[in-house]
């Protein structure tokens, strides 16, 4: 297990091969984070001063295993201006998309809705915070589903890296 980060720029941070639970971190610019094999946390953003954690376009991919999409972290939310992160070959069998602490993801302020934007011809889900986009499912649809399968908030993660 390991932690990677990115710079302030584009980055793409690959870690396919890797059968170990990794911490992916893009940081500033737009980034494409792949996790591979194992248990890993995909976090695109960063929030606080001198970051881009609301504008930047991100792409998320966790691979095999049980894995963090993280659209938010701490009392941070990311991606709440004209930025969202695209979620790739997502597994709602395993995998969670991570809110910032304090969000009730079965309230309205958490959106969900269905369109076709990206990747396949499959519709995806959009995820709003607030009536900002902040994430894209990429060919899923996931508008039905009970909302504790999918969301957690990061507070609540309990895989150890
Ligand atoms: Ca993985
Ligand atoms: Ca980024
Ligand atoms: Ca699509």
Do not use: C, K, P
């Amino acid at each position: 297990m390991a932690d990677f980060y990115g710079t302030s720029g584009n980055n793409l941070i690959n870690r396919i091969g890797s059968n170990s639970n990794d911490r992916l971190f893009g940081l500033n610019g737009n980034d494409t984070l792949t996790g591979g094999n194992g248990n890993d946390w995909l976090q695109g953003a960063s929030g606080g001063a001198g970051t881009t954690a609301h504008i930047d376009l991100d792409v998320l991919l966790g691979g095999g295993g049980t894995d963090y999409y993280v659209l938010g972290t701490g009392n941070t939310s990311f991606y709440m201006s004209s930025g969202y992160a695209t979620l790739r070959q997502f597994d709602i069998r395993y995998d969670w998309v991570v809110l910032a602490n304090g969000i009730d993801y079965y309230s309205s302020r958490i959106q969900l809705q269905t369109m076709n934007i990206s990747g396949g011809s499959a519709a995806d889900t959009l995820i709003s915070l607030d009536g900002n986009l902040i994430g894209v499912i990429e060919d899923r649809n996931f508008t039905t589903v009970d909302r504790g399968q999918l969301f957690l908030n990061s507070n609540q993660v309990t895989q150890g890296w």
